[in-house]
């Protein structure tokens, strides 16, 4: 999926959602003539922005996971700068975040790097005002942050099948995958609850957020065994808890487009 | 994991362990009952030169496989610790303490049966038997011990699936290393809040500027693991 597919399928996912995005805008453009014509205008389009140095070279496959990627860096680094800027984390908590802030930065850099594009260069929009206090309500940055982490580390996990071809990229994704999880971690921690995803995922103000967050975490089958009775002194929740799962595309695009201007 | 104890240093078998003795025995001799499993088990193992490993060695094995069976047997060190902290806990363990290790101890566990029944039936006669640790290194009434063993542990997963990752040809494999290895990460960060509190320091030497965790190759883990695993492990038929 390069981008231009990507941003179709947000549009696909939400016809209503007009122009979101700067890159979109040109889609637009591009959409206002034949699709034929606005296919084969693509590579010109992407030209502006990408070193063919490096960028150019990589597999369309992992172009794509890596383009989808670093949407959701985008957001999540958008998210943290605006954060600590907020004044709303408390001073013991600060350094959690501001750790954090440049991880996400960092993982933008990087993907940008690694996709040969200028700094910035594929940012969309961002928007919170489906969670209009985040950045005046503390307790409701922290069930932003930790709906962010896990999604993202579960959409990280379900994009590593995708860069096979890819090796050294692949080990990169699960390089990034694990801080995320880290992170999600922590912001767990600090909402009270636990580190690792319990039952559905929806415990201490979860929910309704952000419901889709969650879903297929219960799971214990796992590698085609349902290990449910088979694994001795182990319920279903303690099962569930041990393994977490991945989340596709869509699911995870339908969520972050919550956040698309 | 500096401190350690003539104290408290459990060296031993988990229960597979006694019972895979117990059938191997049946059928070898019983001069060498007194052997471990794992010895048995490698006894007419080579490398892919074709030289023979050691008596006494366990041999990971290739490919997948050997990839399954070098998770297989790092979640016997983890599940073999904190199922030690759980039936020796620490001096002073608070209940919070003492539940973040059971949870631990839980997960482990999980995923070392997981993957035992995974490559039992994947492959029944390529999996490694269950090994004997040795935790000598380890005073378990020492919160500052078990913890700093711990963090090790965990980030050293982490930074094993990391790295083995890229070496998996099954898609589905991959994909059930991606779900444990989040989890081990999410270990290690509360094991780091435990140690630091909720300062910058949770991913403090784990990450690095470019934001990433660390990924050890299989010949950067498996001598720190073999420290802590009394089985001889050899994983020189693993992928390059």
Redesign the interface.
Known sequence: MNLFELFAKIDELDPESGERLSFYNRRHILKNGAKATALAALPTLFSSVVNKAYGADLPAQTRGVLEYALTLEYLEADYYEKGVKSGIIPQ??Y??F??IS??????V??LEKTLGIAPDAMKPKFKYDAYPDVFTNYKTFLVVSQSFEDLG?RA??NE??NL?ES??L???A?????????????VR??RGQ???IVGNGMENGMAPAVPAIYEGELNTE????E?AG?????DKN??S??????LGRDQVLAIAKLFLA | MTSSSTKSTPTGTTQESKAAVGRRTFLKSASIASLSAAAIYASSCTDHNGNPIPDGTVDLGSGDVGILNYAYALEQLEAAFYTQIVATPYAGITSQELMVMTDLKNHEVAHRDFFKTAISAAAPSAIIPSLEVNFSAIDFTSRSSVLGAAKAFENLGVAAYNGAGKFLKTPVYLLLAGKIVSVEARHAAIIGTLLEGFNGQFTAGQVDANGLDKAMTFGEVLPVAQMYIKTKISGVNLPK
């Open positions: 013991n908590n350094e959690v501001s750790t440049q991880h996400e930065t960092a993982h850099r990087l580390v990280y996990k590593a099948k096979m090796p050294d692949l080990q990169v699960l390089q990034i995958h694990a801080v995320e999880a880290r992170h999600a971690a922590v921690s600090l636990k580190g690792w796992q590698g085609g065994v290990l088979k694994i001795a002194g182990q303690t099962l808890e041990s393994f977490d799962e991945p």
